[in-house]
């Protein structure tokens, strides 16, 4: 085997290891949260020792940043390239996406309100998390405005802020009636009381 081979044969290892920690951690820190959450079990649930988790990440913070930049990755190919009436089509996928996994709304859920107080690790991420979801949204109500695809009298940020407000409530909701609503129906309804034409199906 040559020695490029067992390089990309390790780094292959690295990684599943790395997703297998930043997956067990995900699950306790939505269970626990953060500041309850202990490396043993993470550890644990990740089939290593601690000393292996912190091979990999040194930290319990670094490990929460590398969950959240997971997610942010995810939630990223929905807004990519979009812009206007198609990125608000868009907020349509990642409701059926949070709806068909409450393990992540649920991880959401646990640590945006754990993480309200100024000395969290996750305060300030959460603050960029919110900024940049409104400016996104935002940014899509205005070019719909621009477009004439915006009904009369609607603030793009109002309607951006009852948009983010609609989402993280039924989340939550949603954890404790699992199936009682659709909230991707419920967004599309939303989403299209501001617009002057309906959505796609």
């Known amino acids: 085997m040559s020695t490029n081979t067992a390089r990309r044969g390790e780094y292959a290892k690295t990684a599943r290891r790395r997703q297998q920690i930043v997956d067990a951690a995900s699950v306790v820190f939505a269970k626990v949260g953060f500041l309850n959450a202990s490396l043993g079990e993470i550890a644990s649930l990740a089939g290593m020792s601690v000393a292996g988790l912190n091979h990999h990440f040194p930290t319990k913070t670094s490990l929460l940043e590398a969950v959240f930049e997971q997610r942010d990755a995810e939630a990223e190919t929905f807004f990519e390239g979009n812009s206007g009436v198609a990125l608000?089509?868009?907020?349509?996928?990642?409701?059926?996406?949070?709806?068909?996994?409450?393990?992540?709304?649920?991880?959401?859920?646990?640590?945006?309100?754990?993480?309200?107080?100024?000395?969290?690790?996750?305060?300030?991420?959460?603050?960029?998390?919110?900024?940049?979801?409104?400016?996104?949204?935002?940014?899509?109500?205005?070019?719909?405005?621009?477009?004439?695809?915006?009904?009369?009298?609607?603030?793009?940020?109002?309607?951006?802020?009852?948009?983010?407000?609609?989402?993280?409530?039924?989340?939550?909701?949603?954890?404790?009636?699992?199936?009682?609503?659709?909230?991707?129906?419920?967004?599309?309804k939303l989403l299209e009381s501001f617009l002057v034409h309906p959505l796609s199906p």
């Open 88 to 188: 608000l089509q868009g907020l349509i996928d990642v409701a059926e996406r949070d709806q068909a996994n409450p393990s992540v709304t649920r991880f959401f859920a646990m640590m945006s309100a754990e993480s309200t107080t100024e000395d969290h690790p996750a305060n300030a991420y959460f603050k960029r998390r919110y900024a940049a979801i409104l400016s996104h949204v935002e940014g899509a109500f205005r070019d719909a405005q621009a477009e004439g695809e915006l009904r009369s009298g609607i603030e793009p940020i109002e309607a951006a802020r009852a948009y983010v407000a609609l989402s993280d409530g039924l989340q939550v909701q949603g954890l404790y009636q699992p199936g009682a609503f659709s909230l991707p129906q419920i967004t599309r």
